[in-house]
């Protein structure tokens, strides 16, 4: 055992998504040896990401302005709404420079249609979106995997219900079959973004 400081920061960086037991003592002892510097740009960072960063309250990606500066561009087609699952995916999408809309984050997936699986994710805000935004086209940008499936089909029954004249649109073929959207070339997702049917 290790003193209960340093058990308690190995035990919060533990926790972190593909960080094991090893790797986070690996970061403590290095916090340790290189001094108070280090810990203070840590501390403050971590300060700032918890005081400055909230929800956008209409796209539901992480800003610092609500709503963010994508929601507020009036230079964005108010008809064109992306539906994509994380802050990762919008990012790399929009690094496309490919699409001129708006987007919506579900920050889920539909695993079953119940209630609380739903409730997990932003799906709710995103009928109500379209009852009240002048959408006529909605691109549904998810991973191409069996999850990501499910829930394209699911909104696109769910949508359809709502308002049967909103065009619904899917990225093309050419990314690969269960791959993640956000490690997908540049190239490809512009051309699968443009090439949307
Ligand atoms: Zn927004």
Same mark, same amino acid.
């Given at each position: ?18 960080v094991g037991?090893?790797t ?19 501390t403050?960072a971590l ?22 500066? =994508?929601?507020?561009?009036q ?5 064109? *709404?992306?539906?994509?699952? #994380?802050?990762?995916? %919008? +990012?790399v999408?929009e690094s ?15 695993k ?22 002048? =959408?006529t ?8 995997? *069996?999850d990501?499936?499910? #829930?394209?089909?699911? %909104? +696109? ?5 709502i ?15 269960g ?13 699968a973004?443009e090439?949307?049917?």
């Amino acid at each position: 055992m290790y003193s209960p400081s340093i058990e308690n920061l190995i035990k919060a960086f533990s926790k972190l998504p593909t960080v094991g037991k090893r790797t986070a003592e690996r970061f403590v002892f290095y916090l340790l040896q290189s001094g108070k510097k280090d810990v203070a740009e840590l501390t403050i960072a971590l300060k700032q990401l918890i005081e400055n960063v909230k929800s956008c309250e209409m796209c539901w990606n992480f800003t610092e302005t609500s709503p963010c500066k =994508i929601c507020s561009d009036q230079k964005r087609n108010p008809s064109l *709404l992306c539906v994509t699952t #994380t802050p990762q995916d %919008l +990012e790399v999408l929009e690094s496309t420079r490919q699409f001129n809309g708006r987007y919506h984050l579900l920050r889920g997936v539909v695993k079953s249609e119940s209630q609380e699986s739903l409730e997990r994710t932003k799906i709710p805000q995103l009928l109500a979106r379209i009852q009240k935004e002048p =959408i006529t086209e909605i691109l549904l940008a998810l991973n191409h995997n *069996l999850d990501g499936e499910i #829930t394209m089909m699911y %909104l +696109e029954k769910k949508i359809q219900s709502i308002n049967s004249e909103i065009k619904i649109t899917r990225l093309a073929r050419g990314l690969p079959m269960g791959s993640d959207l956000q490690y997908a070339d540049e190239i490809t997702l512009k051309s699968a973004i443009e090439n949307r049917r």
